[in-house]
């Protein structure tokens, strides 16, 4: 039965990338699979040639907010994580859970009233009206992970490193930060996943290819021509999903180990 339930599972979730990959491959998709079809790689090759689409763009703009972004926010909760699970200050313990209680506010909620900040500052359709929230957005997750991996150290890592004549950010380069880099990691790239995928900010605060990403560029593919190309639209997403495969495949092992560590406070 746990066998049969597994299976059950990967087909229910690989099911629709198979579908994408198959409409990508057809030039005129068919949804009912009647008659004969004739694969090929146009509508990979229109996505990436044709500039009226502008998907390089679209993906060099999501690579680049999604990489400032991810580590912005792991470089900031790696000294808040830190000072959280080490040092003894007042707040330290209603500090983290207000940040966690905060970042349970929709973003739909706040959508306006940043939209009106940004267009005053002229910021919009730049990528700083894009990373400044996505940096609020994602510490708060970000933290919990390297606190919770922090908090698996042992203390007397530290104690030792101050009987050296080690400073406290000696401690924290040389010592504590090299031990916890699998879940620093693992928060890096949680983060860069949900930078990449989000959608509501982006095409707010951005109006055209210039800061526009993925989901939102995709999103607009029918605006641009006029139809809803179904091939080009699974095409763009195939490719925009390989860099969140890659990373996860090449580095799960990192991942898991620092999720599973630092998901269980000591």
């Not at 990528?127 to 150290?153: E, H, K």
């Not at 380069?173 to 916890?180: D, H, Q, R, V």
């Not at 969140?244 to 090449?250: D, E, R």
Request: aromatic share 14%; glycine share 8%.
């Amino acid at each position: 039965m746990v066998r049969t339930g597994i299976c059950i599972l990967v087909l229910f979730t690989l099911l629709p990338v198979v579908w994408m990959l198959w409409i990508s491959l057809v030039p005129q998709p068919d949804f009912l699979f009647t008659g004969e079809t004739a694969y090929s790689l146009d509508n990979y090759k229109n996505i990436l040639t044709s500039k009226s689409l502008h998907f390089i763009d679209y993906l060099r703009n999501s690579l680049i907010i999604s990489i400032v972004a991810a580590g912005m926010v792991t470089f900031l909760s790696s000294f808040a994580g830190y000072a959280v699970s080490r040092m003894r200050f007042p707040g330290n313990i209603a500090m983290p859970l207000a940040i966690l209680a905060l970042s349970m506010f929709p973003p739909i909620s706040i959508v306006g009233y940043l939209y009106r900040v940004f267009a005053s500052m002229g910021m919009l359709n730049t990528y700083g009206a894009l990373i400044l929230p996505y940096i609020a957005l994602a510490v708060p997750l970000s933290l919990w992970i390297i606190m919770s991996y922090f908090a698996q150290i042992p203390r007397d890592l530290d104690k030792a490193g101050f009987v050296d004549g080690a400073g406290r950010y000696r401690v924290l380069f040389k010592i504590i930060l090299p031990i916890a880099l699998p879940g620093i990691f693992s928060a890096f790239l949680l983060v860069f996943i949900a930078c990449f995928n989000e959608f509501l900010f982006a095409l707010m605060f951005t109006v055209d290819f210039r800061a526009q990403t993925v989901p939102v560029g995709i999103a607009l593919f029918e605006g641009l021509h006029g139809e809803i190309p179904w091939g080009n639209i699974m095409a763009a997403s195939a490719v925009a999903s390989i860099p969140l495969i890659a990373l996860t495949l090449l580095f799960q092992k990192y991942v898991i180990h620092g999720l599973m560590t630092g998901s269980v406070r000591g």
